[in-house]
T-cell receptor, first 113, second 116 residues
Framework: GEDVEQSLFLSVREGDSSVINCTYTDSSSTYLYWYKQEPGAGLQLLTYIFSNMDMKQDQRLTVLLNKKDKHLSLRIADTQTGDSAIYFCAEGTSSGGSYIPTFGRGTSLIVHP | DSGVTQTPKHLITATGQRVTLRCSPRSGDLSVYWYQQSLDQGLQFLIQYYNGEERAKGNILERFSAQQFPDLHSELNLSSLELGDSALYFC???????????????FGSGTQLSVL
Protein backbone atom coordinates (compact mmCIF):
# COMPACT_ATOMS: atom_id res chain seq x y z
CA GLY A 1 0.00 0.00 0.00
CA GLU A 2 0.93 3.67 -0.24
CA ASP A 3 3.05 5.29 2.45
CA VAL A 4 0.79 8.32 2.76
CA GLU A 5 -2.96 8.05 2.25
CA GLN A 6 -5.56 10.73 1.80
CA SER A 7 -9.14 10.82 0.61
CA LEU A 8 -9.35 12.13 -2.94
CA PHE A 9 -12.15 14.69 -2.68
CA LEU A 10 -13.74 17.03 -0.17
CA SER A 11 -16.59 19.41 -0.90
CA VAL A 12 -17.56 22.19 1.51
CA ARG A 13 -19.69 25.29 1.54
CA GLU A 14 -18.05 28.70 1.66
CA GLY A 15 -17.66 29.87 5.26
CA ASP A 16 -17.64 26.35 6.72
CA SER A 17 -14.58 24.62 8.12
CA SER A 18 -12.74 22.05 6.02
CA VAL A 19 -10.91 19.11 7.53
CA ILE A 20 -8.52 17.13 5.37
CA ASN A 21 -7.19 13.91 6.82
CA CYS A 22 -4.05 11.91 6.16
CA THR A 23 -2.44 8.74 7.47
CA TYR A 24 1.24 7.94 7.14
CA THR A 25 3.39 4.91 7.84
CA ASP A 26 6.92 5.99 8.75
CA SER A 27 7.01 6.31 12.53
CA SER A 28 10.46 7.91 12.31
CA SER A 29 9.14 10.88 10.33
CA THR A 30 10.34 13.94 12.15
CA TYR A 31 8.38 16.51 10.18
CA LEU A 32 5.04 16.28 8.47
CA TYR A 33 3.93 18.76 5.86
CA TRP A 34 0.90 20.15 4.10
CA TYR A 35 1.35 21.48 0.59
CA LYS A 36 -1.21 23.19 -1.64
CA GLN A 37 -1.39 22.95 -5.43
CA GLU A 38 -3.48 25.42 -7.38
CA PRO A 39 -4.39 24.77 -11.02
CA GLY A 40 -1.41 25.13 -13.33
CA ALA A 41 1.02 25.71 -10.51
CA GLY A 42 3.55 23.77 -8.50
CA LEU A 43 3.13 22.70 -4.91
CA GLN A 44 3.42 25.38 -2.27
CA LEU A 45 4.32 24.65 1.34
CA LEU A 46 1.41 25.66 3.57
CA THR A 47 2.56 24.53 6.96
CA TYR A 48 4.46 21.80 8.74
CA ILE A 49 4.53 20.24 12.18
CA PHE A 50 7.34 18.73 14.18
CA SER A 51 6.59 15.21 15.34
CA ASN A 52 6.82 16.07 19.06
CA MET A 53 3.93 18.50 18.70
CA ASP A 54 0.23 17.68 18.86
CA MET A 55 -1.09 20.83 17.30
CA LYS A 56 0.03 23.84 15.35
CA GLN A 57 -2.08 26.86 14.49
CA ASP A 58 -1.29 29.36 11.80
CA GLN A 59 -4.05 31.90 11.14
CA ARG A 60 -6.94 29.96 9.57
CA LEU A 61 -4.96 26.72 9.48
CA THR A 62 -4.81 24.19 12.30
CA VAL A 63 -2.72 21.05 12.05
CA LEU A 64 -3.42 18.15 14.39
CA LEU A 65 -1.01 15.25 14.77
CA ASN A 66 -1.83 11.93 16.43
CA LYS A 67 1.52 10.21 16.38
CA LYS A 68 0.21 7.03 18.00
CA ASP A 69 -2.27 6.52 15.16
CA LYS A 70 0.00 8.12 12.54
CA HIS A 71 -2.83 10.48 11.65
CA LEU A 72 -2.46 14.05 10.48
CA SER A 73 -5.21 16.53 9.74
CA LEU A 74 -5.46 20.03 8.32
CA ARG A 75 -8.37 22.21 9.34
CA ILE A 76 -9.13 25.34 7.35
CA ALA A 77 -11.45 27.71 9.17
CA ASP A 78 -13.90 29.95 7.28
CA THR A 79 -13.12 28.24 3.98
CA GLN A 80 -13.16 30.56 0.95
CA THR A 81 -13.51 29.84 -2.75
CA GLY A 82 -9.84 30.78 -3.10
CA ASP A 83 -9.00 27.78 -0.95
CA SER A 84 -10.15 25.46 -3.73
CA ALA A 85 -7.05 23.47 -4.64
CA ILE A 86 -5.40 20.10 -4.15
CA TYR A 87 -3.89 19.59 -0.71
CA PHE A 88 -1.01 17.19 -0.24
CA CYS A 89 0.11 15.61 2.96
CA ALA A 90 3.80 14.62 3.10
CA GLU A 91 6.13 12.90 5.52
CA GLY A 92 9.89 13.33 5.58
CA THR A 93 11.26 9.88 4.75
CA SER A 94 14.90 8.95 5.24
CA SER A 95 16.65 7.99 1.99
CA GLY A 96 20.41 7.71 1.60
CA GLY A 97 21.12 10.31 4.23
CA SER A 98 18.50 12.74 3.02
CA TYR A 99 14.95 13.23 4.19
CA ILE A 100 12.80 13.08 1.09
CA PRO A 101 9.21 14.25 1.38
CA THR A 102 6.89 11.42 0.40
CA PHE A 103 3.54 12.73 -0.76
CA GLY A 104 0.05 11.37 -0.67
CA ARG A 105 -2.11 11.51 -3.80
CA GLY A 106 -3.68 14.77 -2.70
CA THR A 107 -7.18 15.79 -1.66
CA SER A 108 -9.12 18.01 -4.06
CA LEU A 109 -10.95 20.61 -2.00
CA ILE A 110 -13.97 22.08 -3.75
CA VAL A 111 -15.53 25.12 -2.13
CA HIS A 112 -18.97 26.11 -3.38
CA PRO A 113 -20.97 29.23 -2.56
CA ASP B 1 6.33 32.81 -7.46
CA SER B 2 8.48 30.14 -5.78
CA GLY B 3 11.71 31.26 -7.42
CA VAL B 4 12.18 27.86 -9.10
CA THR B 5 12.13 28.04 -12.89
CA GLN B 6 11.33 25.13 -15.15
CA THR B 7 11.51 25.06 -18.91
CA PRO B 8 9.80 24.27 -21.14
CA LYS B 9 6.28 24.49 -19.70
CA HIS B 10 4.91 22.09 -22.29
CA LEU B 11 6.60 19.46 -24.39
CA ILE B 12 5.00 17.25 -27.01
CA THR B 13 7.04 14.48 -28.53
CA ALA B 14 6.77 11.00 -30.03
CA THR B 15 7.49 7.58 -28.63
CA GLY B 16 11.14 6.58 -28.82
CA GLN B 17 12.38 10.16 -28.64
CA ARG B 18 14.61 11.82 -26.06
CA VAL B 19 13.90 15.09 -24.24
CA THR B 20 15.64 17.29 -21.71
CA LEU B 21 13.84 19.17 -18.97
CA ARG B 22 15.60 22.06 -17.30
CA CYS B 23 15.35 23.48 -13.81
CA SER B 24 16.89 26.52 -12.15
CA PRO B 25 16.64 26.41 -8.33
CA ARG B 26 15.95 29.34 -6.05
CA SER B 27 18.94 31.57 -5.53
CA GLY B 28 21.07 30.07 -2.77
CA ASP B 29 19.43 26.63 -2.78
CA LEU B 30 21.91 23.80 -3.14
CA SER B 31 19.53 20.88 -3.52
CA VAL B 32 17.33 19.98 -6.47
CA TYR B 33 14.64 17.32 -6.48
CA TRP B 34 12.74 15.86 -9.43
CA TYR B 35 9.21 14.49 -9.08
CA GLN B 36 6.83 12.94 -11.58
CA GLN B 37 3.11 13.56 -11.19
CA SER B 38 0.64 11.35 -13.00
CA LEU B 39 -2.99 10.44 -12.43
CA ASP B 40 -2.32 6.79 -11.69
CA GLN B 41 0.87 7.10 -9.63
CA GLY B 42 0.41 10.43 -7.89
CA LEU B 43 3.52 12.41 -7.03
CA GLN B 44 6.57 10.16 -7.26
CA PHE B 45 10.06 11.13 -6.17
CA LEU B 46 12.64 10.49 -8.88
CA ILE B 47 16.01 11.80 -7.79
CA GLN B 48 17.78 14.43 -5.67
CA TYR B 49 21.05 16.29 -6.24
CA TYR B 50 22.96 18.27 -3.68
CA ASN B 51 25.66 20.70 -4.83
CA GLY B 52 26.32 18.74 -8.00
CA GLU B 53 26.25 15.25 -6.54
CA GLU B 54 23.50 12.67 -6.59
CA ARG B 55 22.11 12.44 -3.07
CA ALA B 56 19.07 10.18 -3.16
CA LYS B 57 17.32 8.05 -5.73
CA GLY B 58 13.66 7.14 -5.89
CA ASN B 59 11.52 5.47 -8.51
CA ILE B 60 13.58 6.64 -11.45
CA LEU B 61 13.67 4.45 -14.54
CA GLU B 62 16.98 3.47 -16.13
CA ARG B 63 15.88 5.36 -19.27
CA PHE B 64 15.89 8.54 -17.21
CA SER B 65 18.94 10.38 -15.94
CA ALA B 66 19.68 13.69 -14.34
CA GLN B 67 22.56 15.92 -13.46
CA GLN B 68 23.24 19.13 -11.58
CA PHE B 69 25.73 21.56 -13.03
CA PRO B 70 28.27 23.82 -11.26
CA ASP B 71 25.85 26.75 -11.50
CA LEU B 72 23.35 24.47 -9.66
CA HIS B 73 20.80 24.24 -12.43
CA SER B 74 19.64 20.72 -13.17
CA GLU B 75 18.51 18.77 -16.19
CA LEU B 76 16.37 15.67 -16.36
CA ASN B 77 16.92 13.57 -19.46
CA LEU B 78 14.20 11.18 -20.57
CA SER B 79 15.03 8.76 -23.37
CA SER B 80 13.28 6.04 -25.37
CA LEU B 81 10.05 7.69 -24.39
CA GLU B 82 6.90 5.64 -23.97
CA LEU B 83 3.26 6.67 -23.83
CA GLY B 84 3.28 6.01 -20.09
CA ASP B 85 5.94 8.64 -19.54
CA SER B 86 3.38 11.35 -20.23
CA ALA B 87 3.14 13.25 -16.96
CA LEU B 88 3.83 16.52 -15.20
CA TYR B 89 7.46 16.70 -14.12
CA PHE B 90 8.24 18.95 -11.19
CA CYS B 91 11.52 20.28 -10.01
CA UNK B 92 11.87 21.51 -6.44
CA UNK B 93 14.74 23.04 -4.53
CA UNK B 94 15.72 23.40 -0.91
CA UNK B 95 18.48 25.17 0.93
CA UNK B 96 20.15 22.07 2.34
CA UNK B 97 19.22 18.49 1.53
CA UNK B 98 22.12 16.92 3.38
CA UNK B 99 19.99 14.99 5.82
CA UNK B 100 18.39 17.89 7.59
CA UNK B 101 15.03 16.68 8.76
CA UNK B 102 13.06 19.79 7.96
CA UNK B 103 13.30 19.81 4.20
CA UNK B 104 11.09 22.62 2.98
CA UNK B 105 10.78 22.23 -0.74
CA UNK B 106 9.98 25.01 -3.17
CA PHE B 107 8.41 23.77 -6.38
CA GLY B 108 8.52 25.03 -9.92
CA SER B 109 5.39 25.12 -12.07
CA GLY B 110 6.32 21.92 -13.84
CA THR B 111 6.86 20.68 -17.37
CA GLN B 112 3.89 18.92 -18.92
CA LEU B 113 5.23 16.14 -21.12
CA SER B 114 2.95 14.54 -23.67
CA VAL B 115 4.24 11.50 -25.51
CA LEU B 116 2.17 10.68 -28.60
Amino acid sequence: GEDVEQSLFLSVREGDSSVINCTYTDSSSTYLYWYKQEPGAGLQLLTYIFSNMDMKQDQRLTVLLNKKDKHLSLRIADTQTGDSAIYFCAEGTSSGGSYIPTFGRGTSLIVHP
Amino acid sequence: DSGVTQTPKHLITATGQRVTLRCSPRSGDLSVYWYQQSLDQGLQFLIQYYNGEERAKGNILERFSAQQFPDLHSELNLSSLELGDSALYFCASSVEGRGQTNEKLFFGSGTQLSVL
